[in-house]
């Protein structure tokens, strides 16, 4: 099962962030005359909830000042700075959660989707494999590292660290969505629109796939088909209509781009 996660919208790698409090140690409140730290904390996780990542940031760093030997606190707010794309000071963040709980697997995670997003695959491959020492079922890695493998060009290691983390968590869309991408772009066109079908219909409500059965249908020359998804897919998430954001944020692998090129432009 994939541990409790705190997924972040900035970077769609998706690439998830996670939060291992539980693996932490206990805080506790000390002074009195200081805002109690349950409700920085919470007021932390509603800021991120709403998207507001700079506020989150502010409130884990004055968490941080009270108790900076806490690891989870610093993991948190290397999720935030993340989240703003301020990849190397969350690096920072990770590098002394990992100096304070070197045995705890989810900063390794969450360093290694800052150093993807710096475009360090290599390392955050790494990172990723040190995981899966720690915990050989963690489903996340096996997605992220997919991700890396695939920023690196390697594709049959990213479909088969795709498809093993969907298997591993049948409910992990995005291991899924990842896995049909992957296989769009290896040549395995029939495989992966039959991926994508499964998931429309399991995930109607899921604009990433749509999006990708859109642009794969219209490669095709399954027009009406594919403006129907589109409909869907616009009414969702918009975001998909700039191709730069698919592209470079959530990353989408490079036939399945162009794919969504020639029909966002009606080649």
């Known amino acids: ?57 502010n409130y884990w760093t004055q968490i941080l000042e009270q108790f900076p030997e806490n690891p989870a606190i610093w993991s ?19 590098n ?3 100096e304070l709980a070197p045995s705890a697997p989810d900063p390794y ?4 989707t800052a150093l993807e997003g710096l475009g360090r695959y290599s390392e955050a491959i790494a990172d990723y494999n040190h995981v899966l020492e720690l915990d ?40 899924r969505a990842n896995y049909a991408l992957a296989l769009y772009q290896a040549g395995e066109t029939e495989e992966a629109l039959r991926t994508m079908r499964n998931l429309v219909r399991k995930y109607p409500k899921f604009p990433d796939i749509r999006a ?9 020359g399954k027009r009406g088909e594919a403006e129907s998804n589109w409909v869907s897919v616009v009414g969702m998430d918009s975001r998909y209509k700039d191709i730069d954001w698919v592209k470079s944020i959530r990353r989408w692998p490079p036939a399945m781009v162009t794919a969504l090129d020639k029909f966002l432009h009606l080649q």
């Not at 000390?30 to 940031?57: C, H, K, M, R, V």
């Not at 995670?109 to 290694?112: E, V, W």
């Open 96 to 98: 002394k959660a990992i």
């Open 136 to 175: 050989p079922q963690d489903a996340a890695a096996y997605n992220n590292r997919g991700n890396a493998q695939a920023g690196l060009g390697q594709w049959k290691a990213a479909i088969s660290d795709y498809g093993y983390a969907a298997d591993l968590a049948p409910d992990y869309a995005f291991a």
């Open 212 to 220: 990708a059965l859109s642009a794969a249908l219209w490669e095709q």
């Open 1 to 57: 099962m994939i541990r409790s996660i705190l997924k972040i919208l900035c970077v769609l790698l998706v690439s998830v962030a996670i939060s291992f409090v539980n693996n932490a140690p206990a805080i506790a409140q000390t002074n009195t005359d200081q805002i109690p730290i349950e409700e920085l904390a919470s007021q932390a996780f509603d800021a991120t909830n709403t998207g507001d990542f700079a506020t989150a940031e």
């Open 76 to 94: 948190n707010r290397g999720n935030s700075r993340v989240s703003q794309n301020k990849l190397e000071a969350a690096l920072g963040d990770y």
């Open 109 to 112: 995670l969450n360093r290694g």
